[in-house]
Structure formats: C-alpha cells, structure tokens
C-alpha cells in the first residue's frame, strides 16, 4: 500500500504563485508514475500533470496548465510537486495526487492505485 498526503492548498491572489507538495509512505518503491488532478466545484476532476517516479523522469502536462504548472519530484524525500505560477481564479480547486504501480492512461482515473484527500487551492481575483 501507499499512503498520499497533499499540502500546501490555500487562498491565493490572482497572480501569485503557489506549491503544492504530495507525500507519499508506504511501498513507494513499487510506485511508476505519479500525477497531479484536479476538481473545480460543479466539475469533473480532471488531470493537471504527471511524472515518472522512476526510471526517468519524464513530465507530462495537460494543454491547459502547460508553460504555468511545473511538476517536480524528490525521491529522496517520497514527495512529489506541483508549482502554479500566475495563478487565475479559474485554478481554484481541490489539487489530487495520485500514484500508479504500472503504465497509466494518464488521464485516466481508475487507472492510478492510489490517491490523496486532496488540498484546496482558492484564487481571489
């Protein structure tokens, strides 16, 4: 099993910047990709980005968030990140992580084992 703990939510002004950290315990070893999600009220929750956990480390991004999202990961410390640069009121949202043991559809939910309770992210225009 692993275990995933988001951080680092809060209330933002438009414009700032904001970095999410996603902990990850348990049978991390067994870990091949991880992503980021997210859920804006009323919305389905939808892929943000993803990266390999091993072998490589090669990200991926959805059209949307790409040039502001930066996706990042520490092994050494089983933690996972995710840095929104110019945030808009529209990137208001519970931000997932989640992590797969096998190769993934990346935006495919019920293709990841595992998945965090989420954090709130809330941008004031």
């Known amino acids: 099993q692993v275990q995933l703990v988001e951080s680092g939510g809060g209330l933002v002004q438009a414009g700032g910047s904001l970095r999410l950290s996603c902990a990850a315990s348990?049978?991390?070893?067994?870990?091949?990709?991880m992503a980021w999600f997210r859920q804006a009220p009323g919305k389905e929750r939808g892929f943000v980005a993803g990266i390999r956990w091993s072998g490589g480390s090669t990200t991926y991004y959805a059209d949307s968030v790409r040039g502001r999202f930066t996706i990042s990961r520490d092994n050494a410390k089983n933690t996972m990140y995710l840095l929104i640069d110019s945030l808009k009121p529209e990137d208001t949202a519970v931000y997932y992580c989640?992590?797969?043991?096998?190769?993934?559809?990346?935006?495919?939910?019920?293709?990841?084992?595992?998945w965090g309770q989420g954090t709130q992210v809330t941008v004031s225009s």
């Open positions: 989640a992590a797969a043991n096998h190769v993934v559809g990346l935006n495919v939910l019920n293709g990841y084992d595992y």
């Open positions: 348990g049978r991390t070893f067994s870990i091949y990709v």
